[in-house]
Structure formats: C-alpha cells, structure tokens
C-alpha cells in the first residue's frame, strides 16, 4: 500500500537530525508540503540543500512565546509530527533538575504547546487532521539510568491518549509510536556492546530498529490508511514490549 499525501500540510519538530529528519524528507516523497520546525539553523540549511521543497523553522521549542510566534504563520496545518526529542541519562540518585527541566521542556510541554497551536487551528477550520507523537518503549518499561527519560516518555503516552479523547470528536486523530533502540541516534545511549548485547537479546526479533521502521510507521499513522487507529501507543519494537 501506497501513502499518498497530496494537498496535505506537515509539520514535523526536530527535524533537524535522526528520526524528524527522515520523516520530513519521506513526507515531501508522499507528496506532502512540510515545515521542518527545529533549533539549529546549520541542520535546516542543509535539509533544504537536500530538499527545497521544504520549508525551514528555527525556533527552539522550550521558548513558548517564540515558538507560538514561529508557527503563526505556517499557514493551514493537516499533520504533525511531534517528534522533538532529548535523552538525559543518569540515574535516579544523579539527575539533576537542569537536566529534568530541561527534559520535560522538549519532549512533554513542548509538545503540548506544538499541539495546542495546530490542532486549535484544526478545530477552527472544521478540517479534521492527524497527529504522531514519537515516544518511545521507554514509556513502558523501566530503563538502567533513563529514569527522567522513561517518565517523559510516560507522559506523552498519556498526552496521546487524553489529545485522543478531546481532540477525536473534531476529526484529529492523535497516536503515538513507540520506537526501541534506534541504529545511528541510538548509539549514544547503548554504544558499550555489553549494553547493547543486554538490549538486544531482550528484544524478540534480535536487533535494534532501523530509522525507516519508525518513519514508515508514521507515515501509517498519518495517513487515512489509519483512519480508524486513534489513541494508540505502538511499538516499533521487536516485541520488545511483549515480553
Ligand atoms: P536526535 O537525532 O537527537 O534529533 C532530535 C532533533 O530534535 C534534533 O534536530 C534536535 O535539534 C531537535 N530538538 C531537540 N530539542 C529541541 C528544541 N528545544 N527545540 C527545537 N528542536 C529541538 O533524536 P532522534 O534519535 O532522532 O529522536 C527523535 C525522537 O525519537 C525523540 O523524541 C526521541 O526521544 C525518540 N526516540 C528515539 C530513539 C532512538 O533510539 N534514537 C528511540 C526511541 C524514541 P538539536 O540537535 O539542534 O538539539
């Protein structure tokens, strides 16, 4: 099956690097038109050297008031991709409240501002939309030195499932994907090989997930190929979160 996105409207957070990246650029394949919205303006110049067709944002997401003033103009918006994303790890007894503010700040408000600008204006407009928020399968399960990591994670899980009830009734369908380890971004967080082999041997299918696996995962959710999946958290995972 064919994800097709003609005269659709995307905005995709953190799409600088990693995951956020390769879905914009999948997305304008699709057939969509997409604002890549993140922090580093050197990242936008070369996504719109790789891509022109894409239009830039560089506002950083913890900034309510530049962000609210960023996206003001971006016109009518059908998707959004909620992916903007940090990864603090340290354990319980050493996380410090920079780190735990700024955690929450990225992926749990930030998203909820993002959300709030463009599902108000789907309501507005009566024109019904969808939205992916990225999680992860640290939402689900308690991760070695992840603990602030794992609890936003938890948080945007519930978001989906609270946008999924208030938001359903307008025709915007709210999901989640829950993605495992991923290869490349993933590394910082699992490089030990003994870490890695202990990640891995936990996961069904036996390897981490490929940037493609969550991005055609996405692109699912998006698309009316899902029009009746609202309020789920998925994983993108191996089975990972079945075990
Ligand atoms: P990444 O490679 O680090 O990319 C994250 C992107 O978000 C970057 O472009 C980053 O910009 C941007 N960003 C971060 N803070 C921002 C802010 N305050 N304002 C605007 N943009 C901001 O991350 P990734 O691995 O692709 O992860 C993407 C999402 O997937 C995250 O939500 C992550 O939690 C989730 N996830 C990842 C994995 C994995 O293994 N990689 C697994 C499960 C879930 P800067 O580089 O300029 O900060």
């Not at 007894?93 to 998203?111: G, I, M, P, W, Y």
């Not at 307008?170 to 030990?192: D, F, L």
């Not at 998006?222 to 191996?238: A, E, Q, W």
Request: proline share 3%.
């Amino acid at each position: 099956m064919e994800v097709k996105l003609e005269g659709k409207h995307a905005v995709v957070t953190g799409a600088g690097k990693g995951i956020g990246r390769a879905t914009a650029l999948a997305l304008v394949r699709c057939g969509a038109k997409v604002t890549a919205v993140t922090r580093t303006q050197a990242d936008l110049d070369s996504l719109v050297q790789e891509c022109a067709a894409i239009t830039p944002v560089c506002v950083d997401l913890c900034d309510w008031t530049a962000t609210r003033a960023a996206l003001q103009d971006v016109g009518p918006v059908d998707l959004l991709v909620n992916n903007a994303g940090c990864a603090a790890l340290e354990s319980v007894l050493e996380v410090t409240e920079e780190q735990f503010d700024r955690s929450f700040n990225v992926n749990v408000k930030a998203l909820l501002l993002v959300s709030q600008i463009v599902a108000g204006g789907m309501k507005t407009r009566g024109s019904g939309g969808a939205i992916v928020n990225v999680s992860s399968q640290a939402s689900q399960r308690a991760l070695r030195d992840h603990a602030v990591y794992c609890a936003t994670k938890a948080a945007v899980d519930m978001l989906t499932k609270v946008m999924a009830l208030e938001l359903g009734p307008h025709q915007i369908r709210v999901n989640a994907v829950n993605p495992t380890v991923v290869n490349e971004m993933g590394r910082r967080g699992w490089s030990r090989p003994d870490k890695a082999v202990a990640m891995t041997t936990r996961i069904p299918l036996g390897r981490f997930a490929e940037v493609e696996d969550v991005v055609h995962t996405i692109l699912f959710l998006l698309s009316d190929l899902s029009s009746m999946i609202n309020g789920v958290t998925l994983p993108v995972d191996g089975g990972f979160l079945a075990c």
